[in-house]
């Protein structure tokens, strides 16, 4: 256990529904960090936030998808109208803001999300 | 072209073996470099950072040659504990979001 938790850890939906995930990152970090991994790959880069401040968007997170860090403590990522290819396993991890660039990140367990 | 190749493997290898994966990456201007392992259906957890010097932690090592761009990871005395797939990493800018590779499985056999 990192320290990082998600919920729910499954999500099985139709698709048109809409969903939300939420991650609660180790207490001291203030960086917050989503991933997308689908089957076979690796985690692909989503979103970054740094307190409140939603930093960085991939070109990855379209119109459907909506992340919010409020108050810089727990997120959350919402996906409307959801698609069969939004299947997935949703990350989170978190990091310190510190001066060493080879600080790690922790990742939570993650969400996985079956869109039928 | 994706950011960070590897070979999927799968690599499989007899217990005791030594077993090496590789990566390249495409962003001359990446300044941090990561291992990570995963097991199936987990999430991703630090094996080791990588540096221009190369480091060791047991019986890993990790690699770095920046001029060709390339990451190795070797794996020696293989235990059938290690079997999982490798994720070669890179950092990417001041936001410190990581660019992974697509993984190499590695299955170690009695």
């Known amino acids: 256990d990192t320290g990082v938790s998600q919920n729910p850890r499954h999500k099985i939906t139709k698709r048109g529904q809409n969903v939300t995930f939420r991650c609660d990152p180790i207490s001291e970090h203030n960086r917050l960090y989503w991933y997308r991994q689908t089957l076979g790959q690796g985690p692909e880069f989503l979103t970054y936030?740094?307190?409140?401040?939603?930093?960085?968007k991939s070109r990855l997170l379209s119109d459907r998808f909506s992340a919010e860090r409020p108050k810089g403590s727990f997120s959350t990522l919402e996906i409307q109208r959801t698609e069969q290819g939004d299947s997935a396993m949703y990350l989170c991890?978190?990091?310190?803001?510190?001066?060493?660039?080879?600080?790690?990140?922790?990742f939570g367990p993650g969400t996985r999300l079956t869109v039928l | 072209r994706k950011e960070v190749e590897q070979d999927p493997g799968p690599f499989n290898v007899p217990e005791g073996a030594t077993v090496a994966f590789n990566c390249t990456y495409s962003?001359?201007?990446?300044?941090?470099f990561f291992w990570y392992r995963q097991d199936c259906r987990k999430e991703p957890k630090l094996l080791m950072s990588v540096y221009s010097s190369g480091n060791e932690d047991g019986r890993f090592t990790a690699q770095l040659n920046r001029a060709s761009q390339y990451i190795s990871l070797l794996i020696r005395d293989s235990k059938l504990s290690d079997s999982a797939t490798y994720l070669c990493v890179v950092g990417s800018g001041n936001t410190g979001k990581l660019i992974f590779g697509q993984g190499t499985t590695l299955q170690v056999k009695p």
């Open positions: 936030f740094q307190n409140e401040a939603q930093l960085e």
């Open positions: 991890a978190s990091r310190k803001q510190t001066s060493t660039i080879t600080d790690t990140q922790y």
């Open positions: 962003n001359s201007a990446s300044q941090s």
